[in-house]
C-alpha cells in the first residue's frame, strides 16, 4: 500500500509560481518504479491529468499547461514536485498527486493511489 501526502498549494497572483510536493509513503520500491502524475480538478469540472513522469524520468504533460508546468521526482526523498511558473487564473484548482498509472491513458489513467489534495488559488 503506497500513501501520498500533497503539500504546497496556495495563492498567488496571476504569473506567479508555486512548487508543489507530493511524499510518498509505504513502498518507496514502488516509487522508484512507478509511473506518477498530478491531476487537477477546478470547482464544477471533472478531474483532469496535468503532468506525468515515468520509471526513466521521462515527463509528459497536457497542452495545456506545457512550458509552463515541470514535473519532477526526488528518489531518495520518495518525492515527487511540480514546479508551477507563469500562473493564470485557469489553473485554480485542487491539485492532486497520483501513483501506479498508465500516463494519458482512460479516465484517471487508472492510478491506483491518490493523496488528498492541495489547493492552488490564482487571482
Known amino acids: 500500500h503506497v500513501q501520498l501526502v500533497e503539500s504546497g498549494g496556495g495563492s498567488v497572483q496571476a504569473g506567479g509560481s508555486l512548487r508543489l510536493s507530493c511524499v510518498a509513503s509505504?513502498?518507496?520500491?514502488?516509487?522508484?518504479?512507478?509511473?506518477m502524475g498530478w491531476f487537477r480538478q477546478s470547482q464544477g469540472e471533472e478531474r483532469e491529468g496535468v503532468a506525468a513522469?515515468?520509471?526513466?524520468?521521462?515527463?509528459t504533460y497536457a497542452d495545456a499547461v506545457k512550458g509552463r508546468l515541470t514535473i519532477s521526482k526526488d528518489t531518495s526523498k520518495n518525492t515527487l514536485y511540480l514546479q508551477m511558473n507563469s500562473l493564470e487564473p485557469e489553473d485554480t484548482a485542487i491539485y492532486y498527486c497520483?501513483?501506479?498509472?498508465?500516463?494519458?491513458?482512460?479516465?484517471?489513467?487508472?492510478?491506483?493511489?491518490w493523496g488528498q489534495g492541495t489547493q492552488v488559488t490564482v487571482s
Open positions: 513522469i515515468d520509471s526513466a524520468e521521462v515527463a
Open positions: 509505504g513502498s518507496s520500491k514502488n516509487f522508484d518504479r512507478y509511473c
Open positions: 497520483a501513483a501506479d498509472c498508465r500516463p494519458w491513458y482512460g479516465n484517471d489513467w487508472g492510478a491506483k493511489y
